[in-house]
DNA sequence: AGTTTAACCGACCGCAAGGTCGGTTGCAAA
DNA sequence: TTTGCAACCGACCTTGCGGTCGGTTAAACT
């Protein structure tokens, strides 16, 4: 019963939990094995280096996730609304554990943005991307927006309060941080409306 | 020629230094000993040991700087102009170089926060202090502003965005996200009057 | 059945980190 | 002048890391 893919995501999947919770550089390989139950020749037969694997955990688990997770909330017919909804259901639902972790995105551009330049073009794709997003659905409901907003701008304002959110949360050890911040980002977003 | 206390200084300005651009764990007692040309007895006669080194960092550097650069914008008689002026003088005045390093006090809490406690509980209180102080001044101009407004719910939101934004711009390289982020923070705080 | 090869094993390596400790130096008080 | 001690030196230690590599196993194909 050896399943070579199954391996594969099962690293992916372990790495991915661990570089979230310690960070990449402070994740060790031999505490991957371990939790995955293989050997460092398995792990070193899927992937040439550590820093490899980074890049495939940051492609194949992070970025999906982090699209899937952003596309439906700005995607509603009312985007601020979805939004709105978006990150109230976060302080609602997550634990403090999990709040306290932050975001796989911005976690890795504070620690490897600098660093390292694989991972630093991922991130800026990845946040463009975003960018792009939040802007283009901002742009379908303008009409129901005041006038001369700079979309890019606001969605860039946007992501960046929701990741100084998850950083000030770390702190705390609660939610109660966050949950103020989200709850003036919100004020701050229906506000955009006409 | 032996000045005990100008060696500290010196170890404390050097740590404080790397430690903001390379992180505290990345950054190496030996990297820190040959800048200051002394050796590793010397810094561990000064500090017990890179935690403790760490904590003197934070609290006699990184604190008192850190007030020092927010207390005057956020006392002028219109806090909320102080604060645009502030950030703007930042994306004017500051190299892409200096503006990727990101603010110290973010950078720990993203890093130390939850690894270790005593790092923790002394960002946690600059956090609340730096809270205190915007919430406190936004009160006295609360005449200015429009009613029913939650002064320490804005404060931490702003600062939750001024840090999200200097995290964008490690991955940019350039300052162009950190200006966009600041121009629509200040546009947020001038609808905070009346 | 024999052969090939992808998948996997785990002992080992080099290195750099934080930290220790016995020894040395220079200054100041007695 | 002697003595005491803070200030400082640097060789050495342990630990854990990422990474290597010769060997083994299981499964698929001939």
Redesign the pocket.
């Known amino acids: ?4 893919e199954q ?1 594969r995501q099962k690293i992916l999947e372990v790495s991915a939990d661990e570089i979230h919770k310690k960070g990449f550089t402070a ?5 991957i094995l371990a939790r995955c139950e ?5 792990l ?3 992937f040439q ?3 490899e694997l980074g890049y495939a955990v940051f492609e194949e688990v992070y970025a999906p996730a982090f699209i899937a997770m952003w596309q439906p909330p700005v995607e509603a017919e009312d985007p601020i609304q979805g939004l709105c909804d978006f990150f109230s259901a976060m302080s609602k639902n997550m634990t403090c554990d999990e709040l306290v972790c932050g975001c796989p995105l911005n976690n890795l551009c504070q620690e490897m943005s600098g660093v390292d330049e694989g991972f630093r073009i991922r991130i800026l794709a990845m946040q463009q991307q975003l960018n792009l997003l939040i802007a283009t659905n901002l742009l379908r409901v303008s009409s129901q927006l005041k006038p001369d907003l700079d979309f890019s701008q606001i969605a860039y304002f946007i992501v960046s309060t929701f990741h100084g959110s998850s950083s000030l949360s770390k702190s705390s050890l609660n939610k109660e941080l966050f949950e103020k911040v989200v709850k003036e980002l919100c004020r701050y977003m229906q506000q955009l409306k006409r």
């Open positions: 019963m050896r399943d070579a391996t994740t060790s390989l031999s505490c293989i050997s460092k020749g398995a070193y037969h899927h280096n550590k820093m």
